[in-house]
């Protein structure tokens, strides 16, 4: 039931069909608004599931965040990145949650392994999927944000600035620390295969 | 450029598949920085296929048709999932929702005003009732006020307005984060100042004695209601709460200078 990261980026790619259900959505018409939350809702919950470890909170906050993105649409400014608008809503909700949220239960969730139970895993390098995803729950909160945004939801580093409210060259350090990590991190030979391929390409 | 350096701005690129002309260079004749470059990539790929826990599919379908079904304005019903589980800072959040909507309808309802131009409903007054006690309050507020055509007609629905918001912050004073109490506060005083206090001086003088007189007590009644509550409230939430007194007195004031305009 995992979203499918290829076709979602594909679906999401800005265009001027995204442009006139944003307009839509900002004259009240719920059903265009509806249409964007089928479009986000995948990259919005995957990439807050990976950061809360926690699947209900994910799920609370990728709908709060739509509440939210509905409720002040009309402040969306045309020309912008709509994603990068969203995904700067669920931030601040996430870092609200987690002022509230006790250090403790953070750490538990942090530690807790990601389940990686799906056929498609089990068919298809589970152990390197389950040592990668380990790899990258084990990387500081603040890295390991930016590098999603980056690497899973391809944002630039200037739209991943906007919505950590940290500097575009903030946001390029932390991507450079995540990389480098997970590179010293993980067993050379876990990627040797995917890597032996590419480098042929 | 040594390999050091070519591998440190290859982990700084944007997009590693386009290294650019000069690391391209490197890379053409250094097996070792290709390595790691092939690395860097294979690393990405794989992240961006690792699985998500839960079931997004059926979450994403069960927040659409609740988003469809129910009136915008409650986040209620919307929020209905897993509440057992649901930290308190987002059932807290309700109230900055609460806070938002009424400051937006408040908005429509002032620029309205100031306009004077017909306009469309705006589609929040055609919805069913929201769940909410307090939303629901506010939405017919709204219908109120879009519906007056006289200063003492508004008059009377920002008076309900303003004693719905000193009731809301009543509730929600040993709960509430003291942020969403101050937008409150912000909205009360909102009203209160912009709205009550202009409409009551377009008040007929023959009307301002009847009208006004119970508006005054109300707000005379209000500030002292929490500035006792003031005193037991979390830290945080007492500035707020100040500030809802200030704004009842300064209103009950001006609103005393009328009816004494009155007299004179």
């Known amino acids: 039931m995992r979203p499918s990261v290829t076709q979602d980026r594909l679906d999401t790619a800005p265009d001027v069909n995204e442009s006139r259900l944003i307009l839509d959505s900002q004259q009240a018409n719920r059903q265009a608004f509806a249409c964007l939350i089928e479009r986000y809702w995948d990259s919005l919950y995957r990439w807050l599931c990976q950061l809360t470890r926690d699947t209900h909170l994910a799920e609370d906050l990728t709908q709060e965040t739509f509440m939210k993105a509905y409720a002040n649409i009309h402040r969306f400014q045309h020309g912008t990145n709509f994603r990068a608008w969203l995904f700067r809503i669920a931030h601040n909700n996430l870092v609200n949650v987690y002022r509230h949220y006790p250090k403790a239960k953070r750490e538990q969730l942090n530690d807790r392994q990601a389940n990686t139970q799906g056929p498609l895993e089990e068919t298809l390098h589970r152990e390197s999927s389950e040592l990668l995803a380990q790899a990258v729950s084990r990387l500081p909160t603040d890295f390991r944000s930016a590098f999603l945004l980056r690497v899973d939801q391809g944002l630039s580093f200037k739209q991943i600035g906007e919505i950590l409210h940290i500097t575009e060259q903030t946001a390029r350090w932390r991507v450079f620390k995540a990389r480098q990590k997970l590179l010293a991190t993980l067993d050379p030979n876990l990627l040797s295969g995917e890597a032996e391929e590419l480098d042929r390409s | ?264």
């Open chain 2, 1 to 264: 450029m040594n390999c050091q350096i070519v591998q440190q701005k290859l982990l700084e690129l944007e997009d590693p598949s386009q290294p650019g002309k000069r690391l391209a260079e490197h890379l053409r004749s250094c097996p070792s920085c290709r390595t790691v470059l092939a690395r860097l990539q294979a690393l990405e790929a794989g992240v961006r296929m690792l699985p998500v826990a839960g079931q997004p599919a059926k979450a994403k379908a069960a927040c659409i048709e609740r988003f469809l079904s129910q009136p915008i304005v409650s986040p209620s019903p919307f929020f209905t999932s897993q509440p057992s589980k649901r930290s308190l800072s987002i059932t807290l959040g309700r109230w900055r929702w609460a806070g938002a909507l009424a400051a937006s309808l408040l908005l429509v309802a002032l620029v309205g005003w100031g306009l004077r131009t017909p306009r469309p409903k705006p589609e929040l007054v055609q919805q069913t009732v929201p769940a909410d006690p307090f939303l629901a309050s506010v939405v017919e507020r709204q219908i109120q006020l879009s519906r007056t055509t006289n200063p003492s007609e508004r008059v009377e629905a920002l008076t309900g307005l303003a004693n719905d918001l000193s009731n809301q912050v009543q509730q929600l004073a040993r709960v509430a984060p003291g942020e969403d109490l101050a937008m409150l506060a912000r909205l009360y005083e909102r009203v209160v100042r912009v709205g009550l206090v202009k409409q009551a001086v377009q008040v007929p003088m023959v009307q301002r004695q009847q009208l006004l007189k119970p508006v005054a007590d109300e707000l005379v009644r209000c500030a002292t209601r929490l500035e006792e509550l003031a005193a037991e409230v979390p830290v945080g939430a007492e500035e707020p709460l100040r500030e809802i007194v200030l704004t009842a007195r300064e209103g009950n004031r001006l609103i005393q200078q009328l009816l004494t305009e009155e007299h004179s």
